[in-house]
Every structure is written in structure tokens, then in C-alpha cells.
């Protein structure tokens, strides 16, 4: 009996020696390695938003692919949605941008969401940002299947130049009928506080013109000729 009170005095004994020597490893091993259930504070919030996601671009661009999710716009000949098209285009003039010439660019979607057209969400990303210019990308539909051609749409005097520039761009690339620059009562270009265009790139509804537009030859060309447009309205 004596013996067993022994070695349980003497284990807690050892036990109680044994507590410095842990604190100190401990500290010694974990002393830089934060804690994960440690909460950010505001100003650690905010430093890391600015180091992480704040970037000053010397412009700022909001590329809008038309349509998106239930609202699929225009249905071509085959059956092709207008809002992959756009989508897939804009996808290409957004990298262009970023990448080749370091825009600040940013697309009003980037899968294939819907937007409200009722709460104004295009316009109101391009406001929210105070963008320097704004490009809705868009493609027509006609019940004759013949009618064919490329038309660029802005709203007030303060848009028509940067319409004009992108239109001449465009439709070199393009190759279409040309249909001119016309002032369009739309939302996304009413409702924006920049220059605004929205651009009518070809008709789906025509066999041989939804072909070509869906293709990636025609999408890379017409990209280059949109970015071309923006950075000669930009640096004028």
C-alpha cells in the first residue's frame, strides 16, 4: 500500500517539474504561428483589403456582357444565345485589357448571372466604380434572317465620341454592313454617369453571320478592335 502512494506522489512530482520545460518549448515552437480562431481587427481588415484587392489604375473600364441567366436575349438561327456570345466576347476584351495593357477592368458579369434590370445593377457597378467609360456588348435579332450589319448606340452628346471611335474600330473588324452610330434610349446607357456605348456586333438571327460570330477567329478579332477603340478614346 505504501508503495503504490509512492509512485503516485512521486508521478505528480514529475509531472509538476515537467511544467516549465513544456511552456517553454510550446512558446518557443508556436511563438509565429498565429492564431486561426484569432479575429481580424478593422485596421488588419482594411490593410489587407488595400494590399490584396486596391490596385490604382490610371483608368477604369466596366466591360457589360449583355443578358445572362434566365434572360438569354436574342436566339440565333441555330439555336445559340445571345448571352453566351456576349459573355464569351467580353471574356476576351476584359483579358485584353487587364493583361496586355494593364486597364483597370471589370465585367458586370462574369458567368452567367442575371442582372436586374429593374434595380439598374449595370449601370449602378459602373457608377459604384466611377468608371471613365462603360461598353455593352450585345448582338441583334431580326424575323427576316437576311437583315444583316453592325450599329453602335449612345445617349447623350458626351457619349457620341467615344460611340464613334469604338463603332470605326469595330467595324473594320467586323466586315459587316454598316449601320451606323444612333442615339439608343436604353437603361445601361441613360442610366450611367460616363461615357457610355452598347455595341449591336452582327445578327444572330442570320445563318451565315451567327456562324462567324460565334467563332473564335471573329471574337479575337473584334476584341482587339473594341480594346483598340478604348485606348484611342482614353488617350485623346
Same mark, same amino acid.
Given at each position: 500500500?505504501?508503495? &503504490?502512494?509512492y509512485?503516485?506522489?512521486?508521478?505528480?512530482?514529475?509531472l509538476? *517539474?515537467?511544467?516549465?520545460?513544456?511552456?517553454?518549448?510550446?512558446?518557443?515552437?508556436?511563438?509565429?504561428?498565429?492564431?486561426?480562431n484569432?479575429?481580424?481587427?478593422?485596421?488588419?481588415? *482594411?490593410? &489587407?483589403?488595400?494590399?490584396?484587392?486596391?490596385?490604382?489604375?490610371?483608368?477604369?473600364?466596366?466591360?457589360?456582357? $449583355?443578358?445572362?441567366?434566365?434572360?438569354?436575349?436574342?436566339? $440565333?438561327?441555330?439555336?445559340?444565345?445571345?448571352?453566351d456570345?456576349?459573355? *464569351?466576347?467580353?471574356?476576351?476584351?476584359?483579358?485584353?485589357?487587364?493583361?496586355?495593357y494593364?486597364?483597370?477592368?471589370?465585367?458586370?458579369?462574369e458567368?452567367?448571372?442575371?442582372?436586374s434590370?429593374?434595380?439598374?445593377? &449595370?449601370?449602378?457597378?459602373?457608377?459604384?466604380l466611377?468608371?471613365?467609360?462603360?461598353? *455593352?456588348?450585345?448582338?441583334n435579332?431580326?424575323?427576316?434572317?437576311?437583315?444583316?450589319?453592325t450599329?453602335?448606340?449612345?445617349?447623350?452628346?458626351?457619349?457620341?465620341?467615344?460611340?464613334?471611335?469604338?463603332?470605326?474600330?469595330?467595324?473594320?473588324?467586323?466586315?459587316?454592313?454598316?449601320?451606323?452610330?444612333k442615339?439608343?434610349?436604353?437603361?445601361?446607357?441613360k442610366?450611367?454617369?460616363?461615357?457610355?456605348?452598347?455595341?449591336?456586333?452582327?445578327?444572330?438571327?442570320?445563318?451565315?453571320?451567327?456562324?462567324?460570330?460565334?467563332?473564335?477567329?471573329?471574337?479575337? &478579332?473584334?476584341?482587339?478592335?473594341?480594346?483598340?477603340g478604348?485606348?484611342?478614346?482614353?488617350?485623346q
Amino acid at each position: 500500500m505504501k508503495k &503504490r502512494w509512492y509512485i503516485i506522489i512521486s508521478t505528480i512530482i514529475l509531472l509538476i *517539474s515537467l511544467i516549465p520545460i513544456y511552456k517553454w518549448y510550446n512558446g518557443s515552437l508556436f511563438e509565429n504561428i498565429p492564431d486561426v480562431n484569432m479575429e481580424w481587427t478593422n485596421e488588419q481588415i *482594411s490593410e &489587407r483589403t488595400f494590399e490584396e484587392e486596391h490596385i490604382e489604375y490610371k483608368y477604369k473600364v466596366v466591360i457589360d456582357p $449583355g443578358h445572362g441567366g434566365s434572360d438569354p436575349g436574342a436566339i $440565333g438561327f441555330s439555336g445559340s444565345y445571345e448571352k453566351d456570345f456576349t459573355l *464569351s466576347l467580353s471574356t476576351k476584351v476584359f483579358k485584353l485589357l487587364t493583361e496586355k495593357y494593364q486597364i483597370g477592368a471589370t465585367m458586370t458579369r462574369e458567368g452567367d448571372q442575371h442582372l436586374s434590370s429593374k434595380t439598374k445593377d &449595370r449601370p449602378n457597378i459602373a457608377n459604384h466604380l466611377e468608371a471613365d467609360l462603360f461598353i *455593352s456588348i450585345h448582338a441583334n435579332i431580326f424575323e427576316d434572317s437576311t437583315v444583316t450589319g453592325t450599329e453602335t448606340f449612345y445617349y447623350d452628346e458626351d457619349s457620341k465620341s467615344l460611340a464613334d471611335i469604338i463603332h470605326k474600330h469595330v467595324i473594320e473588324a467586323t466586315g459587316y454592313h454598316d449601320r451606323g452610330v444612333k442615339v439608343g434610349n436604353f437603361f445601361v446607357l441613360k442610366d450611367t454617369e460616363m461615357p457610355a456605348a452598347l455595341l449591336e456586333l452582327g445578327y444572330l438571327t442570320n445563318q451565315e453571320q451567327e456562324e462567324d460570330m460565334l467563332s473564335e477567329s471573329f471574337q479575337n &478579332r473584334v476584341a482587339l478592335a473594341i480594346v483598340e477603340g478604348i485606348i484611342e478614346y482614353l488617350e485623346q
